[in-house]
Antibody, heavy 117, light 107 residues
């Protein structure tokens, strides 16, 4: 069974870069497509972007200028970087994935990342 | 950009009742379909339905999905206490955005 575990700072200062890593266990990272999804407190789910098995990426247009998603196959990990963060970026950040882009079969626990000075 | 609109925002029902949740896409294309997820407080979403009408592994048959084109429906035939949660639809395609969610609450 594939399991996902996010890691990274839970507190980020405004204007800095939010960085999260998702470690994949129970399966090969090369076998699936991977996504990042976030959820501001008390609000709905927002798709941030994804990286295909091929390595190509696609990002939410509203975040595209600030987002980078990458894969490190040697570590079975994929990562999210979101630059120039503000308080509006405070959210639970989920790493997710599956054999297809949709539906999403695997979800991480989703840490709350707070943007605050 | 395709926008998914879910209705109603909140559904107040009693256990044993039928729940009907709607998800409407702003436009249709060749990849038009949706997946449905259930989310409970403090938990990650759980996949219920994919390709509009196929139940995911382990999902009870009281959950069913239907629809095509721009209109999709999730039906819970008889609500169990554990079904009170928030439900999201997600569109297929290269920009897999979510609807804003429908909360099913106990009346």
């Amino acid at each position: 069974q594939v399991r996902l575990q996010e890691s990274g700072p839970r507190l980020v200062k405004p204007s800095e870069t939010l960085s999260l890593t998702c470690t994949v266990s129970g399966g090969s990272i090369n076998s699936y497509h991977w996504s990042w999804i976030r959820q501001p407190p008390g609000k709905g789910l927002e798709w941030i972007g994804h990286i295909y098995r091929s390595g190509s990426t696609n990002y939410n247009p509203s975040l595209k200028s600030r987002v980078t998603i990458s894969v490190d196959t040697s570590k079975n990990q994929f990562s999210l970087k979101l630059s120039s963060v503000t308080a509006a970026d405070t959210a639970v950040y989920y790493c997710a994935g599956g054999p297809s882009l949709v539906p999403i079969d695997f979800w991480g626990q989703g840490p709350l990342v707070t943007v605050s000075s | 950009e395709v926008v998914l609109t879910q209705s109603p925002g909140t559904l107040s029902l009693s256990p044993g009742e039928r729940a009907t949740l709607s998800c409407r896409a702003s436009q249709s294309d060749s990849s038009s379909s949706v997946a449905w997820y259930q989310q409970k407080p403090g938990q990650a979403p759980r996949l219920l339905i994919y390709a509009a009408s196929s139940r995911a592994i382990g999902i009870p048959d009281r959950f069913s999905g239907s629809g095509s084109g721009t209109d999709f429906t999730l039906t819970i035939s008889r609500l169990e206490p554990e079904d009170f949660a928030v439900y999201y639809c997600q569109q297929y395609g290269s920009s897999p955005t979510f609807g804003q969610g429908t909360k099913v609450e106990i009346k």
